[in-house]
């Protein structure tokens, strides 16, 4: 199914600004979902990290998480959902949140020594461009990690639940059908090189640690 990028942002916009703020408060399967994302993500990163880019970060929840694991990084992040940036922007003073697209990432070439993707790639229309912009973004010696569901029957099942049996407001959002071994082609096809690759969330979901 093809979409344009006036549909995406209708799609993008049926999901409230404070929607994993809530969610992990108040709903113990996303509060679980999440932290075990945090937990591998952490995991996979440098202590020595300086500076953080989160690519489609939403309101800047996750990244003002890992942010409390890495205190002395700059921390930044971009989505093309703009209620939820100047949503993050009010909520989150450490983080620099900015209204711009993945496709065409507004920083300069080799300026991030880590860039992390989290369950991003299956939202946009050309995930093969977006690697391409998170390598250009990373610096020589830089670590990124991409991370989404794994795609497995566990993981479609659970989803199709969450989706239309509670009327989730995910609903349709999954422009880009993947699996793990279809990440893995991609992040391979965009001439990186994956390092580490941590399967967690009961394999529902896959994180891959890459350099250039």
């Known amino acids: 199914m093809k979409f344009t990028q006036e549909e ?86 450490n983080l620099t949140l900015v209204d711009a697209d993945g496709h065409k990432i507004p920083f300069s070439d080799e300026s991030f020594d880590l ?26 010696d830089g670590l990124a990690v991409i991370e989404m569901d794994s795609g497995n029957m566990l993981f479609r099942l659970i989803w199709y639940w969450w989706t239309n049996m509670r009327n989730g407001v995910w609903k349709d959002s999954h422009i880009q059908p993947f699996t793990a071994s279809k990440l893995e082609g991609i992040i391979k096809k965009g001439g990186l090189k994956i390092k580490k690759k941590k399967n967690f969330n009961f394999t529902m979901a896959v994180a891959f640690q890459i350099k250039k």
Not at 36 to 47: F, H, R
Not at 73 to 78: L, N, Y
Not at 116 to 130: A, G, Q, S, Y
């Open 8 to 93: 995406l942002h209708a799609i993008w916009h049926k999901v409230p600004v404070d929607y994993y703020q809530k969610g992990v408060k108040n709903n113990i399967l996303q509060r679980l979902w999440h932290r075990g994302k945090l937990v591998a993500v952490a995991s996979l990163v440098n202590e020595n990290t300086k500076k953080i880019l989160d690519v489609g970060c939403a309101s800047g929840w996750f990244l003002h998480m890992l942010s409390k694991k890495f205190p002395n990084a700059k921390c930044v992040g971009i989505d093309s959902y703009k209620d939820a940036i100047m949503y993050g922007k009010k909520k989150y003073k």
């Open 115 to 140: 860039v992390i993707c989290t369950e991003m790639l299956e939202h946009v229309l050309d995930p093969n461009k977006v690697i391409q912009e998170i390598k250009r973004v990373l610096k020589p």
